[in-house]
């Protein structure tokens, strides 16, 4: 296991960025995301209506409300990789498949 990186956010800090990601929501840009219809990590294809804005890195683990750290994610894929960082988020992925393959 890789080691953990603390990052202190404070609660105005989340919120600052929450109130930026919902300024992205209402834009073209994140239309045109959705509009793909496709998860950004089981890469599969949805109806854009059922895909949600996922931070890539965390707001609670540092990450920021830009273009470069929004993805669209499907429900499933966003409620499982929760708070993850990417490298977390691959980890978890590997042992689910390590696990299928027993």
Same mark, same amino acid.
């Given at each position: 296991m890789k080691d953990c990186f603390i990052v202190s956010v404070t609660d105005a800090e989340? !919120? @600052?960025? &929450?109130?930026k990601a919902r300024k992205l929501r209402k834009s073209q840009w994140w239309? @045109?995301? &959705?509009a793909r219809g496709?998860?950004?990590?089981?890469? &599969? %294809?949805?109806?854009?209506r059922d895909l949600t804005m996922d931070h890539v890195v965390p707001l609670t683990r540092g990450g920021k409300s830009t %273009?470069?750290?929004?993805?669209?994610?499907? !429900?499933?894929?966003?409620?499982?990789? %929760?708070?993850?960082?990417?490298?977390?988020?691959r980890e978890y992925i590997e042992r689910l498949s390590d696990s299928a393959e027993v």
């Open positions: 989340i !919120k @600052r960025e &929450k109130e239309y @045109r995301q &959705k496709i998860c950004h990590y089981c890469g &599969k %294809k949805f109806h854009p %273009k470069g750290n929004i993805v669209a994610a499907c !429900k499933e894929c966003n409620t499982k990789k %929760k708070y993850l960082l990417p490298w977390e988020w």
